[in-house]
């Protein structure tokens, strides 16, 4: 079976607006719909069942995945249907109100856990497929780390990097709404240094670091997505670098401003 799991636990601070009443932005209509409708009825071809990680909001209308403890953000509600569920699992925000049923077609096709990246070297780490046996393996490491969601990809023995344009999948179907004017869907896809999929079968550097402490675990990591063009991937990693040698930092963040990623505040 395959489900789908929609994250709806953020508190959508970005999105308000000064002086206006409070907003729901999962249930913001777009396009004569709320967003998080839009999401499930693009996946509904392809699943089984769809549920709703709230966080602590209150969402109606579908069957809820309540956080782990001890844990926050998506990466709570990952761990939480890893235990719960034994099945081919979907993830996806409530706020992607353009993505396509060819969007998560693509991604049930392809081996271990999926996710597309830009071809500007973004992964797109916020829709995903992976297999619950798989995310159950790595759950503690998950919770250890705190959780971030490209520890998912990090920690897979098999993560498949599919190149949204290869598979035609515009920039519009995974747009994420955060602020109000995201809901104008942005231009097309932009940069060329990823348009061909990538599968990784490895034992994950990261969990050989996380046993033994060891950086060369990281260093063969990070050349591994540099050579590939993940390069949000590699900023990931150079984070964790600079952990131990801070003049790394600098290059974590020029990574991270080249592939476009905006601080969540």
């Not at 607006?17 to 777009?30: A, F, L, S």
Request: aromatic share 10%; glycine share 8%; with cysteine.
């Amino acid at each position: 079976m395959t489900k789908l799991v929609i994250f709806a636990g953020g508190q959508s601070r970005r999105f308000q607006r000064p002086g206006e009443p409070w907003v729901d932005k999962c249930t913001y209509p777009v396009g004569g719909r709320p967003m998080i409708e839009a999401v499930a009825e693009a996946a509904r071809g392809f699943v089984d069942e769809i549920y709703v990680a709230p966080g602590r909001n209150k969402v109606s209308g579908y069957p809820t995945v309540e956080d782990s403890p001890g844990l926050s953000g998506p990466i709570a509600a990952v761990v939480s249907a890893a235990f719960r569920f034994d099945d081919t699992l979907l993830f996806a925000p409530c706020d992607v109100p353009y993505i396509s049923p060819r969007a998560f077609g693509e991604l049930l096709k392809a081996a271990g856990t999926a996710v597309y990246v830009a071809p500007n070297g973004l992964v797109e780490s916020h829709i995903f497929k992976a297999e619950a046996g798989e995310l159950r393996r790595m759950a503690d490491m998950l919770s250890r780390r705190g959780g971030r969601l490209d520890d998912v990809f990090r920690l897979s023995r098999t993560a498949t990097y599919l190149s949204a344009v290869r598979h035609g999948i515009s920039r519009r179907e995974l747009h994420n709404v955060n602020f109000r004017e995201d809901l104008e869907p942005p231009a097309e896809w932009v940069g060329d240094v990823f348009d061909d999929d990538l599968r990784l079968e490895w034992d994950p550097p990261l969990a050989g670091y996380l046993a033994t402490g060891s950086a060369e675990f990281l260093w063969r990591e990070l050349r591994a997505y540099l050579e590939a063009g993940l390069y949000s991937m590699a900023a990931h990693v150079l984070e964790d670098l600079a952990e131990a040698n801070r003049r790394l930092a600098p290059a974590a963040r020029a990574l991270k401003e080249l592939v476009g990623i905006r601080k969540s505040a």
